[in-house]
């Protein structure tokens, strides 16, 4: 071949390619047609958030949606339909009653919830409220032996400004560049840290020995405001943790911060402040958790699979309706979708909503081990070459823009054929080109399928209001959540699961990693 010959011959091979991954616009339209005009989706988000409440993991509103879930994917007509444990999680926490108020120098409700794994109050208490922010070691002395009986107020007040920011937007055209997805920068040569860095460590080591000084010294109740957020809008998570051998802290809330700063001026103007408490929780003991499992059995390629997921747990201040029923809700009508159609599929298609994703991926990273590849030995169980792909959905309630490769470059050409009925849609880039393959697992759960080496995505969405308002906040609850878009969500989830149940070959995949010995390994 001569070398001017060689862009026609290369141009021939990609034209080919093209033209095999072309999808079935048939049976794409179908798709779309049943995911706009008979959608569940909403119907979906309803029952995981408004009726089932929050789901952190191992709760009994993680317990109660996952049997719900379990229930919806048979009536489907799914097969093989359960709740596949892992383990051991740690203990379940829940709470079933908040109340919050000043009671002094004059009354004001308050507006917040209980931080996870955080006692309750055993009835309503009331005491002096203290400032004592406490972000270094020093700051344990300083306040030693000043807390007993107190409320304390223990991160420091934040300045807010004035908002200018609409709290929701879409992606701009600028925005979805082809390779890099907005504010992220390609990380094809960061090294592979370690899965907890030092510095997290530190930050976590510094939160059980402060949790263990509150116990001691006998504060009455933790207060904290948000780190980000205002407005009524209450960002918060954890104050103890799940693993039984960490401190048990005394009761904390997260107040919306506005009423956390008028009780820290208050104080420092040497006004006294009195707070008012009333918080049920409970803790379960200590056990294994589960993601929920079902399958749509494929044809004459049964064996071999497309999976596609999002993790079902939840964050507790709101109803976890963006992150993540909405994902999880997708992934429940993509199949729903493929099942109403009777679409024959070769390959078999397997749902998974995970457990554990808010504490660390645990579910999927535990699946993947059981089931795929353990990256400290890579000695690959024969699922691992049977799997095609997996698609995941964890950026909340915004419509897909695209779809990341994750470091797959192969995958690329094969997605830009399979996105060209959505453009209309706004669903155009293939992005993550210059993403190392293989990262440690983080974000979100399609990166424990890339830690091994396996062909796992994730889909570009619109921001929407996710990062200034619902995203682990008291306000994520189902009317954040935008129907047009999950039905385009859905829409294109069911066509790539079907493109790829269909296609005549399993999906690229990046060569397989090698092991990370066991001294290179971090503990979770
Ligand atoms: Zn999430």
Same mark, same amino acid.
């Given at each position: 071949m001569t070398t001017r010959a060689l862009p026609i011959a290369l141009f021939a091979v990609s034209a080919l390619a093209r033209a095999a991954d072309a999808p079935d616009l048939a049976t794409i339209h179908r798709i779309k047609t049943e995911a706009f005009e008979n959608s569940k989706v909403m119907d979906h988000v309803f029952y995981l958030t408004d009726v089932n409440g929050p789901r952190l993991t191992n709760s009994p509103g993680f317990q109660s949606a996952g049997d719900w879930v379990v229930k919806r994917l048979t009536e489907y007509?799914?097969?093989?339909?359960h709740e596949e444990p892992w383990g051991p999680f740690g203990r379940g926490w829940s709470y079933t009653r908040f109340a919050g108020h000043m009671t002094a120098p004059v009354y004001a409700p308050l507006i917040g919830f209980p931080l996870a794994w955080t006692p309750g109050t055993s009835g309503p208490v009331e005491a002096e409220a203290i400032y004592a922010p406490i972000e270094t070691e020093a700051d344990l002395e300083k306040f030693k032996g000043k807390l007993r009986g107190k409320i304390v107020l223990t991160m420091k007040s934040r300045d807010l400004a004035m908002p200018t920011n609409p709290p929701g937007r879409r992606l701009t055209d600028a925005e979805l560049s082809p390779d890099i997805?907005?504010?992220?920068?390609?990380?094809?040569?960061?090294p592979i840290g370690p899965e907890r860095s030092p510095e997290m460590q530190k930050r976590l080591d510094f939160r059980n020995k402060t949790n263990q000084f509150l116990a001691d010294e006998g504060a009455f109740v933790v207060v904290h405001s948000g780190n980000i957020g205002d407005a009524g809008t209450v960002f918060g998570q954890q104050g103890?943790?799940?693993? $039984?051998k960490d401190p048990v802290p005394p009761p904390m809330v997260v107040l919306t911060p506005e009423h956390y700063n008028r009780v820290v001026r208050l104080l420092d103007h040497k006004i006294p402040v009195k707070l008012a408490f009333d918080i049920q929780a409970q803790f379960t003991d200590p056990g294994d958790s589960f993601n929920v499992i079902g399958e749509i059995e494929g044809g004459r390629k049964k064996d071999e699979v497309v999976m596609l997921g999002a993790h079902l747990d939840s964050w507790h201040g709101g109803t976890g309706a963006t992150d993540n029923a909405t994902g999880s809700a997708v992934a429940i009508e993509a199949v729903r979708i493929l099942e109403a159609l009777h679409l024959k599929m070769d390959r078999t298609v397997r749902i998974a909503l995970w457990g554990g994703e808010e504490e660390g991926l645990l579910g999927s990273k535990a699946y993947v081990k059981q089931h795929f590849a353990d990256r400290q030995s890579m000695? $690959?169980?024969?699922?691992y070459f049977k799997l095609s792909a997996y698609y995941n959905d964890d950026y909340g309630t915004g419509r897909f823009r695209g779809i990341g490769v994750a470091g797959n470059d192969e995958a690329a050409p094969i997605f830009e054929e399979w996105l060209k009925p959505f453009h209309d849609l706004g669903a155009t880039t293939v992005t993550h080109l210059t993403e190392r393959a293989n990262p440690r697992p983080n974000s979100t759960d399609h990166t424990s399928f890339n830690f091994v080496g396996l062909p796992g995505f994730d889909f570009v969405q619109d921001p929407m209001d996710y990062n200034t308002r619902t995203h682990h906040s008291n306000m994520d609850v189902y009317d954040r959540v935008q129907p047009g878009d999950m039905m385009q969500c859905a829409a294109i989830m069911a066509a790539f699961v079907y493109n790829t149940a269909m296609r005549t070959d399993m999906m690229p995949r990046v060569p397989m990693p090698k092991p990370i010995p066991a001294d290179k390994q971090t503990t979770k």
């Amino acid at each position: 071949m001569t070398t001017r010959a060689l862009p026609i011959a290369l141009f021939a091979v990609s034209a080919l390619a093209r033209a095999a991954d072309a999808p079935d616009l048939a049976t794409i339209h179908r798709i779309k047609t049943e995911a706009f005009e008979n959608s569940k989706v909403m119907d979906h988000v309803f029952y995981l958030t408004d009726v089932n409440g929050p789901r952190l993991t191992n709760s009994p509103g993680f317990q109660s949606a996952g049997d719900w879930v379990v229930k919806r994917l048979t009536e489907y007509g799914l097969t093989n339909v359960h709740e596949e444990p892992w383990g051991p999680f740690g203990r379940g926490w829940s709470y079933t009653r908040f109340a919050g108020h000043m009671t002094a120098p004059v009354y004001a409700p308050l507006i917040g919830f209980p931080l996870a794994w955080t006692p309750g109050t055993s009835g309503p208490v009331e005491a002096e409220a203290i400032y004592a922010p406490i972000e270094t070691e020093a700051d344990l002395e300083k306040f030693k032996g000043k807390l007993r009986g107190k409320i304390v107020l223990t991160m420091k007040s934040r300045d807010l400004a004035m908002p200018t920011n609409p709290p929701g937007r879409r992606l701009t055209d600028a925005e979805l560049s082809p390779d890099i997805e907005p504010g992220r920068l390609p990380n094809l040569f960061r090294p592979i840290g370690p899965e907890r860095s030092p510095e997290m460590q530190k930050r976590l080591d510094f939160r059980n020995k402060t949790n263990q000084f509150l116990a001691d010294e006998g504060a009455f109740v933790v207060v904290h405001s948000g780190n980000i957020g205002d407005a009524g809008t209450v960002f918060g998570q954890q104050g103890g943790s799940e693993d $039984p051998k960490d401190p048990v802290p005394p009761p904390m809330v997260v107040l919306t911060p506005e009423h956390y700063n008028r009780v820290v001026r208050l104080l420092d103007h040497k006004i006294p402040v009195k707070l008012a408490f009333d918080i049920q929780a409970q803790f379960t003991d200590p056990g294994d958790s589960f993601n929920v499992i079902g399958e749509i059995e494929g044809g004459r390629k049964k064996d071999e699979v497309v999976m596609l997921g999002a993790h079902l747990d939840s964050w507790h201040g709101g109803t976890g309706a963006t992150d993540n029923a909405t994902g999880s809700a997708v992934a429940i009508e993509a199949v729903r979708i493929l099942e109403a159609l009777h679409l024959k599929m070769d390959r078999t298609v397997r749902i998974a909503l995970w457990g554990g994703e808010e504490e660390g991926l645990l579910g999927s990273k535990a699946y993947v081990k059981q089931h795929f590849a353990d990256r400290q030995s890579m000695q $690959p169980k024969p699922e691992y070459f049977k799997l095609s792909a997996y698609y995941n959905d964890d950026y909340g309630t915004g419509r897909f823009r695209g779809i990341g490769v994750a470091g797959n470059d192969e995958a690329a050409p094969i997605f830009e054929e399979w996105l060209k009925p959505f453009h209309d849609l706004g669903a155009t880039t293939v992005t993550h080109l210059t993403e190392r393959a293989n990262p440690r697992p983080n974000s979100t759960d399609h990166t424990s399928f890339n830690f091994v080496g396996l062909p796992g995505f994730d889909f570009v969405q619109d921001p929407m209001d996710y990062n200034t308002r619902t995203h682990h906040s008291n306000m994520d609850v189902y009317d954040r959540v935008q129907p047009g878009d999950m039905m385009q969500c859905a829409a294109i989830m069911a066509a790539f699961v079907y493109n790829t149940a269909m296609r005549t070959d399993m999906m690229p995949r990046v060569p397989m990693p090698k092991p990370i010995p066991a001294d290179k390994q971090t503990t979770k």
